[in-house]
């Protein structure tokens, strides 16, 4: 069985940064797509950002600021996330198996998800 954790979240002012780590134990990361999510109090869940093989790609707000990385031999996925916003503010979280991520399109039903990192961005 497939396990997630995710890690690195916490407070930070805006314009600071964090790295979210998401680690994979029980199967092999390599050939699967993975997806960063967030949702915030009284939100959908969003799709913020996902990579499969060399292929990256982000929402639009969070473009030029956020940068999704994977090592395969750690078997971890990371999130590095830079001039954070008020609005940025979320849980995160990371999931894989049956993500979708190719062709400017992010989506599936991602069978495997972690429990979550809390991202607060305030002053």
């Known amino acids: 069985q497939l396990q997630l954790v995710e890690s690195g979240g916490g407070l930070v002012q805006p314009g600071g940064s964090l790295r979210l780590s998401c680690a994979a134990s029980?199967?092999?990361?390599?050939?699967?797509?993975i997806g960063w999510f967030r949702q915030a109090p009284g939100k959908e869940r969003e799709g913020v950002s996902c990579?499969?093989?060399?292929?990256?790609y982000y929402i639009d707000s969070v473009k030029g600021r956020f940068t999704i990385s994977r090592d395969n031999v750690q078997n971890t996925a990371y999130l590095q996330m830079n001039d954070l916003k008020p609005e940025d503010s979320a849980e995160y979280f990371c999931?894989?198996?049956?993500?979708?991520?190719?062709?400017?399109?992010?989506?599936?039903?991602?069978?495997?998800w972690g429990q979550g990192t809390q991202v607060n961005v305030s002053s």
């Open positions: 999931a894989t198996g049956g993500v979708h991520c190719e062709g400017g399109v992010f989506g599936g039903h991602a069978r495997y």
């Open positions: 029980g199967y092999s990361l390599d050939h699967y797509a």
């Open positions: 990579i499969r093989d060399d292929y990256t």
